[in-house]
Nanobody, 123 residues
Framework: QVQLVESGGGLVQAGGSLRLSCAAS????????MGWFRQAPGKEREFVAT????????DYAGSVKGRFTISRDNAKNTVYLQMNSLELDDTAVYYC????????????????WGQGTQVTVSS
């Protein structure tokens, strides 16, 4: 079992930056690839970014590539999402998740989920 708790969401103006954190507890954090997903009102949950267990390989959704950076610190059991040049369409609840799969984009392949943190981008 892995427990995940996100933090760092909030209200930011378009063009601004936020850094989300996701703290993990429970089974060994480094056993899991980690991902960030988001869900906007009235829309399905969508993939944002993922990072491998220990090699640092990453992958991103096309809509955030070049603006967002996922990273992890296995010593601190934490994964981060640095979000720069935020746009109105980035407004959503952001979730972190843990997976036994390599760099998966599919939410169904993530076994553990946090409760989410709200990010609101204003004009």
């Amino acid at each position: 079992q892995v427990q995940l708790v996100e933090s760092g969401g909030g209200l930011v103006q378009a063009g601004g930056s936020l850094r989300l954190s996701c703290a993990a507890s429970g089974r060994t954090f480094s056993m899991y690839a980690m991902g960030w997903f988001r869900q906007a009102p009235g829309k399905e949950r969508e993939f944002v970014a993922t990072i491998s267990r220990s090699t640092g390989n990453t992958d991103y959704a096309g809509s955030v590539k070049g603006r967002f950076t996922i990273s992890r610190d296995n010593a601190k059991n934490t994964v981060y999402l640095q979000m720069n040049s935020l746009e109105l369409d980035d407004t959503a609840v952001y979730y972190c998740a843990a997976s036994g799969r390599w760099l998966s984009h599919s939410a169904t392949e993530y076994n553990y989920w946090g409760q989410g943190t709200q990010v609101t981008v204003s004009s």
